[in-house]
Nanobody, 120 residues
Framework: QVQLVESGGGLVQAGGSLRLSCAASGSIFSINAMGWHRQAPGKQRELVAFITSGGSIMYPDSVKGRFTISRDNAKKTVYLQMNSLKPEDTAVYYC??????????????WGQGTQVTVSS
């Protein structure tokens, strides 16, 4: 039905930057919101950034000022620019989308995740 595919993860040194991408495809009528979560070993999945169809953006204090979320509506793609990366940013990053499908159903979809590793 609907698929989310992430890319852009990798290994960087502390202070470096990465840009994650997530493209949505499938039977999509509209995307209400898209965002990113991350999960480090032994920890709960946490919100990283979130952007609504109306342009509202949210960040937790842990990434505020360092991460920037943006979107390309034509490409159904959301991006996460990550600057000044810290070792504590190391996690699997998951794309998330609140989608109304072409069949009229609203559902919350998740990507497969992409690994981000920040060395000290």
């Amino acid at each position: 039905q609907v698929q989310l595919v992430e890319s852009g993860g990798g290994l960087v040194q502390a202070g470096g930057s990465l840009r994650l991408s997530c493209a949505a495809s499938g039977s999509i009528f509209s995307i209400n919101a898209m965002g990113w979560h991350r999960q480090a070993p032994g920890k709960q999945r946490e919100l990283v950034a979130f952007i609504t169809s109306g342009g509202s953006i949210m960040y937790p204090d842990s990434v505020k000022g360092r991460f920037t979320i943006s979107r390309d509506n034509a490409k159904k793609t959301v991006y996460l620019q990550m600057n000044s990366l810290k070792p504590e940013d190391t996690a699997v990053y998951y794309c998330n989308a609140d989608v109304t499908s072409g069949y009229g159903y609203e559902y919350d979809y998740w990507g497969q995740g992409t690994q981000v590793t920040v060395s000290s």
